[in-house]
Each structure stands twice: as C-alpha cells, then as structure tokens.
C-alpha cells in the first residue's frame, strides 16, 4: 500500500461514476465502443485494488436509466460488453471473495444479461468481503420514487402508519438497504455533476473530481483520490472544535 496513505482511514464505501470512455476513444481516434472495452480493463484493475485494500463496499454507475436513450448500436454494444465482464469475472470474484450485487431496474436488461446477473449473484452469495455493485439501467430520482409509491402502498393497505416513516424507513425502501451510504464519490472526465445517481444515499459523500477518463484512471490514480479524502474533514453539520471533542 501506498506509504502515504492512512489503512484505518480509508472509505468504507467507494462509489464511482465511471465516465469519459467515449472521449478517451474520440482523442484517439477510435471508435466509441473502444473506449468501452478499455473502461472494462479499468473496472477489473479498480476493483482488484479496492478488494485488496479491505473496502468493504464498492459501487461503479456502469448504466444509467437515461444511457438507454444512447443510439442503438451503443447500447447493444455496452450489453454484450456488460454480459462478457459478468461471465468473465465471477471466477475472480471467487477467488477475492467478492460478493456481487446490481441496483438499477433490472427488469430492463436484457433476460439473458438478466439470468448471467442472477446467476453471479447467486454464485457469490456466500462471500465475505467487498460486495460490487453495479449500478444498471439505475436512475435515483426513479429508485426514490418508487421508495415512495411502496411505502404509500402499504399504508392505504393499513400495514404502515404514515407517522412512522422516518429515513430509515424510506433508507430500507431503496434499491441499497443494507448498504451504508458512500463516503466517497469519485466522478472522473471533468464532468461536475451527480448525473441521477445515488442522491439520497451521498447526503453526506465527499465528492472528488479527476479530469481523467474512466480508461486511464489507474491505481495511482485511485490512491491519488484516496489521499485528498483523507485530507479532508468530514463536518456532518458540526465544528471543527466539537470534531476534536469527540471519543476516536
Ligand atoms: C462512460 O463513458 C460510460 C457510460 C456512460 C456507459 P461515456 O460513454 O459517457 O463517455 P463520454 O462521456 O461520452 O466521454
Ligand atoms: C453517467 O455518465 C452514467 C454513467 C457513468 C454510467 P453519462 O455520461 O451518461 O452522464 P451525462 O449524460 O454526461 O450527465
Ligand atoms: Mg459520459
């Protein structure tokens, strides 16, 4: 590990917005779809790494629920993409003890990238350490409002008291109960937004922007963002001085 870095101070929870893999095509020339499969080598370094460093959750927007507005070949070509890393990569799992995991309406993939979903997950079911997840056809103002139209739904069924609806509750109606929320939100390309992803579960995420495309974000690069984390101090609304008071 890199001798700068704090292991104890690390994220719990990374999420990422994995973005720029048609520019870095476009600067070379290349096709769209080049810098796809590029991206896909990127996912496989960064996730080995953040396995190795003991993250405990590790979440790549890799499809977004307005991506499917793409042209046609695009998407069809991040599909068949999206089906080989599954299949490719649940022997690795494996071996790392990853647990897989995707948020995202599912019901959109296609039913075979549905079944190779399914059936990772199933397979990895029993593992112990950082659980990936893969955020597909996802879009968060739709995951929330679909929170809402659940916990509507079972109160006019009498099976709710409305006054008991607190965070937590709406917290467990999500596509990421039982996934504490992200520390850390890394977005690379240059791009400055949220893009619909996770935006009630980052409230309190420390947000770091690269101007580097997702293809050649590396591990430097990921260490790099680990140690402006680590520079910064996480507030949640109090003082520095109330910060130094508190039990480590
Ligand atoms: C991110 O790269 C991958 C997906 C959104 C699927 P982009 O394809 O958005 O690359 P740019 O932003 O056009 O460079
Ligand atoms: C966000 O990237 C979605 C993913 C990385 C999968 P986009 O490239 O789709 O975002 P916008 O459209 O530039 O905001
Ligand atoms: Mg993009």
Partial sequence: MDKRLDPKKLPQHLAVIMDGNGRWAKQRMLRRIVGHQKGVETVRVIVEECSRLGIGYLTLFAFSAENWLRPKAEVKALMTLLKQYIRAETGRMMQNDIRFNVIG????????????????????????????????????????????????????????????????????????????????????????????????????AELYFTDVNWPDFDREELMRAFRDFQSRERRFGMTSEQLGQLPA
Avoid: C, H
């Fill in 105 to 204: 309406n599912r019901g959109d993939l296609p039913p075979d990238i549905d079944r190779e979903i399914q059936s990772t997950i199933d397979k990895t079911s029993g593992n112990k350490g950082m659980l990936l997840t893969l955020a597909l056809s996802y879009g968060s103002r739709q995951e929330m409002v679909s929170a809402a139209r659940k916990l509507a739904t079972e109160a006019a069924a009498g099976r709710l008291d409305p006054a008991s609806i607190d965070e937590r509750a709406f917290g467990a109606s999500l596509f990421t109960v039982g996934i504490p929320d992200p520390d850390l939100l890394i977005r690379t390309s240059g791009e400055m937004r949220i893009s619909n992803f996770l935006l009630w579960q980052l409230a309190y």
